[in-house]
């Protein structure tokens, strides 16, 4: 059983920044795919980003794209999402994902080709 944990999140006003970490346990972690994820009251759960196990490949939704980045730490069985330019529009809950056969599925936006998930965070960005 892989545990995925969000923190980080939190308010901020329009215009400013956070740092959204996902801690995963297991030493199998460099090998997984990795994807944030989120969800707006009211509205389906959407993609944000995703990177591959290498970390050599990101993919981002339009709504993000030059204002979030991705990026991961194996060592630390870390995954990172640096949100800067922060919207109102970005406010929801946000969730970390890990796809355990990364090194097959190199990256993803299908929600269904992940197979852990993290309980997710907050994130209120108010105008």
């Known amino acids: 059983q892989v545990q995925v944990v969000e923190s980080g999140g939190g308010l901020v006003q329009a215009g400013g920044s956070l740092r959204l970490s996902c801690a995963t346990s297991g030493r199998a972690f460099s090998s997984y795919g990795m994807g944030w994820f989120r969800q707006a009251p009211g509205k389906e759960r959407d993609f944000v980003a995703a990177i591959s196990w290498s970390g050599e490949d990101t993919y981002y939704s339009d709504s993000v794209k030059g204002r979030f980045t991705i990026s991961r730490d194996n060592a630390k069985n870390t995954m990172y999402l640096q949100m800067n330019s922060l919207k109102p529009e970005d406010t929801a809950v946000y969730y970390c994902?890990?796809?355990?056969?990364?090194?097959?599925?190199?990256?993803?936006?299908?929600?269904?080709?992940?197979?852990?998930w993290g309980q997710g965070t907050q994130v209120t960005v108010s105008s």
């Open positions: 994902a890990a796809n355990s056969r990364g090194r097959i599925v190199i990256i993803t936006r299908i929600q269904s080709d992940y197979d852990y």
